[in-house]
């Protein structure tokens, strides 16, 4: 018999290309899931609280960060509040205002030209340890470290600081000038200076944090900060510019970095994406016709068998045949006789001789022996083996 193994014609062809049906029912689970995922993504856009970042001590901030209840309070006082980001906004303000008119508050001057600022003549309150303090507020010179914010005892007779009692203040401390007064102690420093300038009076706080929302209700924070603030007609409040201003570019006369790049680095640019996309193209995975094949295959377990024999034949594999045929009786005995999986060569050839009254010689040669010298020996063991399973069977 050849060991060729040709499948048996037993059904037609037919294609096997996915119907709606099919795909839809195997993907229904996705597109639910997808459905979910943007459903949900869509709510929490709709749902979830603006998302814009707090800004500290800014009049226009609602947040607990922000400053726009204080802001509300000096409002109902009759005392205007501008809101400026930049130097030149802030003396723009100043401009033609009367002296004692118009305070300066200064929350931020990250960006500000604060030779600018002290340029401004009136009253000026600064909060926190500012970039050019020393410009700012000549004579005040921040401790090292930082005090600890928490409700403080003014312990000063400042009449701003004494009317207001005891505020939330900390962050920074300082020490003023001849004649400053320094109130809210903190270690060997004040957390509020006061002194008077040419043009008015310098404050520096040590932090605004009594000033945010947040804050402005306990103690005496709301007092103190309308008895700093209240006291001229119009505040402008500078804060810091939610868009920073671009430095100048680098190169002569201002050139961006596009300017400044070689002319040759877009092309590579484009080239390197090109490439990049017909490579892509290239070896991606392309679907292509659909393969219909005739089912099912089927391949008889003799042929299987014979063709092993013939492979065994060839090789002259003749103990590689005995093992497997001894291993395959063995296999097949063990649960007739009885015997655990586990049991040893004496206790199965024992079984065997009393089950068929053979020789336990014989038996022990047949299932333990050498391996067959011949093709001879191979069919005799082949025929011994089977006479035994045939007896064992039927005893």
Not at 24 to 32: E, G
Not at 137 to 149: I, L, M, Y
Not at 193 to 214: D, H, I, K, R
Request: overall charge neutral.
């Amino acid at each position: 018999m050849s060991l060729d193994m040709r499948p048996q014609e037993t059904g037609e062809s037919y294609s096997t290309a996915p119907t709606v049906r099919s795909t839809w029912r195997a993907s229904r689970m996705i597109v639910l899931l997808g459905a979910l995922i943007v459903l949900a993504a869509v709510l929490s856009v709709l749902l979830k609280p603006d998302s814009r970042p707090a800004r500290h001590l800014d009049p226009a901030d609602s947040s607990l960060s922000g400053s726009m209840a204080l802001a509300a309070l000096l409002r109902d006082r009759g005392v205007t509040v501008d809101r400026v980001d930049s130097s030149g906004a802030a003396a723009a303000k100043a401009n033609g205002a009367a002296p004692g008119d118009r305070l300066l508050l200064i929350t931020d001057a990250t960006y500000a030209n604060t030779r600018e600022l002290a340029a401004i003549q009136g009253d000026r309150v600064i909060v926190g340890s500012v970039f050019d303090l020393d410009e700012l507020a000549p004579g005040v010179r921040p401790e090292r470290g930082s005090a600890r914010e928490r409700s403080r005892e003014p312990e000063c007779s400042l009449p701003a600081a004494k009317a207001a009692g005891s505020a939330f203040i900390g962050g920074g401390a300082f020490t003023g000038p001849s004649g400053a007064i320094g109130c809210y102690p903190a270690g060997d420093g004040s957390t509020l200076v006061s002194y008077p300038n040419a043009g008015g009076t310098t404050t520096v706080l040590g932090s605004g944090e009594f000033m945010t929302n947040q804050r402005l209700a306990e103690d005496g924070n709301a007092a103190l900060a309308l008895n700093l603030l209240g006291s001229a007609k119009a505040v402008t409040w500078l804060v810091a510019p939610e868009t920073p201003p671009v430095g100048e570019l680098p190169g002569e006369a201002g050139q961006s970095i596009y300017e400044l790049m070689p002319a040759g680095i877009p092309w590579a640019v484009l080239m390197s994406v090109i490439t990049v996309a017909l490579v892509a193209f290239w070896r991606g995975r392309r679907l292509g016709p659909v393969v219909t094949e005739r089912l099912p295959v089927v391949v008889r377990a003799a042929e299987t068998v014979e063709g092993r024999g013939r492979l065994y034949r060839a090789r002259r594999a003749r103990g590689r045949a005995a093992d497997s045929l001894r291993a395959g009786t063995i296999d097949r005995l063990t649960p007739r006789l009885g015997l655990g999986s586990g049991s040893g060569r004496h206790e199965l050839v024992a079984a065997i001789a009393v089950r068929t009254g053979q020789d336990p010689q014989e038996i022990g040669a047949a299932l333990y022996g050498p391996p067959p010298a011949d093709d001879a020996g191979l069919v005799g063991l082949a025929r011994y083996l089977d006479v035994i399973e045939r007896t064992v069977s039927e005893h």
